[in-house]
């Protein structure tokens, strides 16, 4: 037997902008990674604690599939604290990863035709997501000239009435922007008129800068927005794999009659440390968050500074997307340069949409002397 019995859509490997950079980058010593977005510290102590002391008094069972009933709980207080939001544990599916959110609930709504709206540059699986569920996805590129916002004009434009559903990602991977109040009350307004659902990804809600505020859109249209966060970024708690997604409790239903064939719950012990990080967000994030946003302070002041290298203001994510136009090279052959000259591994912003050429994503992962020892590095380089 041979491969040709996996299903055509498996037949060729995958194409993977990043794997043949990484191919390289593994083979070689010091190299300083920019490339992935797992937040560089240790889940905090108290989690780890709690996880493992709830696991040795015999939490080693399922759970209900739809997740600990207290951490449902603690995701509702969470949204009604922090936002005012009301939600009942009804409307919360906990999962394995916000990717893992995204999937089911996109299994649970789509029917072969139906068109999901992405805008680019985007977190990739987006898109896979959407055709893996027989959907089809619809893009709408982002503007370099405009810092890449998402635009709810722009994406009027492509609302068909095959149109189900909308993804967003606010603060967004990789650009960095964070939509204001208006311009999610305007996309808000789009799904409430076209009678349209959007998901909203918000796993990077609590990075944002000083001067900037992060206001969920489910604020503007509570019946049309489907929530998809979780724990691995806020508490870098990427390892646990907790998720969760937020929405009207006819679609939880559905996403956990789906998830019922997939994972049937997520892991029992992961849960007890998402429960406990939730019941102490401010101050576990806090540091986490603190640190991220010196680093981009950092990166936002000293880029600039590389003669062929450009960057618009960051206000939030744990990225900076940085435009390399003037280098005159690709983004997939800058990547492999940069890592050639100087040892520094980034994203090429074409792994996030075509309208993403032209730019790298550098992720603030690594600690500060090392992100300076970047800097130097590539302050010193010419094309
Ligand atoms: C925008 C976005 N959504 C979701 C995820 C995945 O989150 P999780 O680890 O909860 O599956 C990532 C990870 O990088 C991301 O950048």
Redesign the pocket.
């Known amino acids: 037997m041979d491969s040709s019995i996996l299903s055509k859509a498996y037949q060729k490997p995958a194409s993977n902008i990043l794997a043949d950079v990484c191919a390289l980058a593994a083979k070689m010593d010091d190299v300083i990674d920019l490339s992935v ?2 937040p560089n510290f240790t889940t905090p102590q108290p989690i780890i604690e709690a996880a493992f002391a709830k696991t040795k008094q015999g939490m080693t069972h399922y759970t209900a599939a739809e997740g600990l009933p207290e951490l449902r709980q603690a995701i509702c207080n969470f949204y009604q604290e922090k936002y005012q939001l009301n939600y009942d544990q009804s409307q919360v599916l906990v999962t ?7 999937f089911v609930a996109l299994e649970a709504i789509l029917d072969p035709g139906d068109e999901v709206i992405i805008p680019e540059p ?2 990739s ?1 987006y898109i896979d997501q959407v055709k893996i569920a027989n959907g089809t996805p619809v893009i709408v590129d982002g503007k370099p000239e405009d810092g890449f916002k998402i635009d709810a004009a722009e994406i009027a434009k492509k609302v068909t009435p095959k149109t189900k559903a909308i993804i967003i ?1 606010t603060p ?2 990789p650009s960095g922007n964070v939509m204001t109040a208006e311009e999610a009350k305007a996309l808000a307004d789009l799904a409430i008129k076209d009678d349209l659902l959007i998901f909203s ?1 918000e ?2 809600s609590d990075y944002v800068m000083a001067d900037k505020k992060f206001t969920p859109i489910a604020k503007f249209a509570p019946d049309n927005v489907v929530i ?6 806020s508490f870098a708690m ?1 390892g646990w ?3 969760y997604l937020i929405g009207p409790d006819w679609l939880i239903t559905a996403a956990n009659t789906v998830n019922d064939s997939v994972t049937f719950t997520a892991p029992t012990m992961s849960q007890e440390a998402a429960l406990y990080g939730l019941q102490h967000h401010d101050e576990l994030v806090a540091p986490i968050v603190g640190a991220f946003q010196k680093r981009l302070n950092y990166l936002q002041q000293e880029l600039p500074k590389i003669d062929w290298l450009d960057v618009s203001p960051v206000e939030g994510s744990i990225y900076v997307f940085a435009d390399i136009r003037a280098t005159g090279l690709g983004s997939v052959d800058f990547a492999d340069q940069l890592l050639k000259k100087a040892g520094i591994l980034v994203v090429p912003g074409l792994a996030f949409g075509k309208c993403g050429e032209g730019f790298v994503r550098i992720a603030a992962t690594q600690p500060l002397d090392k992100l300076q020892e970047a800097v130097e590095k590539m302050k010193k380089l010419t094309w």
């Open positions: 977005g797992d394995v990863g916000a990717e893992h959110a995204l985007c977190f699986p990602n967004n991977n990804d796993i990077y998809v966060s979780g724990m691995s970024k990427t794999r907790i998720g």
